[in-house]
């Protein structure tokens, strides 16, 4: 029997994956059996079993790629010198999640529904998260370092808002429909702004 390459097999695993991803994301979590997951992407079940057990153990593998891509996006920008600023990095994060595919909105909104019932799940999602936090407060004191950002305020709650920036918005595409990273970043330039001196509009309408 001839020998399967390792690049067939991760390709296999990607159809998968991608394929029960957007099963989730379309019908959610219990709505979705794995049949559908075969149907979808047109395998057998011992094909699909070979790599994943069970429902659950997709939705974990999916989960945690997302939290290590963007754990990764983070810890390489960290090492930046200065760091690429907020709005810029939150919304090239956004960007290059979204163009994935796989419906990441809806899906992000069906796992943290998961979460609060599965506990094999919500323990995936915490070594997660905390592994996401880890490298964003990496990255915070990047920016307090290069003097881009205030050194009085604690890098961890700094970074869990802005985690909580990128989750809410996140969550207005999910319920609400697309709107452009842009968005995003407009409106983290204008938080970033605040205090600043600057000569706008609203300065010159007395004069």
């Known amino acids: 029997m001839a020998r399967v390459s390792q690049a067939h097999l991760d390709a296999r695993r990607r159809q998968i994956m991608d394929g029960a991803a957007a099963c989730f994301a379309r019908n959610g979590f219990h709505a979705t059996s794995m049949q559908d997951v075969l149907r979808e992407v047109n395998l057998s079940a011992g094909a699909v079993y070979r790599y994943f057990r069970g429902k659950d153990e997709l939705i974990g593998a999916i989960v945690m790629e997302v939290l290590d891509t963007l754990g990764k996006t983070f810890e390489v920008a960290a090492r930046l010198s200065p760091p690429p600023p907020p709005d810029v990095l939150l919304g090239r994060a956004m960007d290059d999640v979204l163009r994935q595919g796989r419906g990441f909105p809806h899906l992000i909104v ?98």
Request: charged residues 20%; negative net charge; glycine residues 10%.
């Open 110 to 207: 069906q796992v943290w529904t998961e979460t609060l019932r599965n506990p094999e799940l919500s323990a995936v999602m915490r070594e997660g998260y905390e592994k996401v936090v880890e490298a964003w407060v990496g990255l915070v004191r990047a920016y307090q370092e290069a003097g881009m950002m205030r050194a009085d305020l604690p890098a961890d709650r700094v970074a869990r808002t802005m985690i909580a920036t990128a989750q809410g918005f996140a969550a207005q595409q999910a319920l609400f429909g697309p709107l452009p990273v842009e968005v995003l970043e407009d409106g983290l330039r204008a938080l970033m702004s605040m205090g600043a001196a600057q000569a706008g509009p609203a300065a010159s309408d007395g004069a």
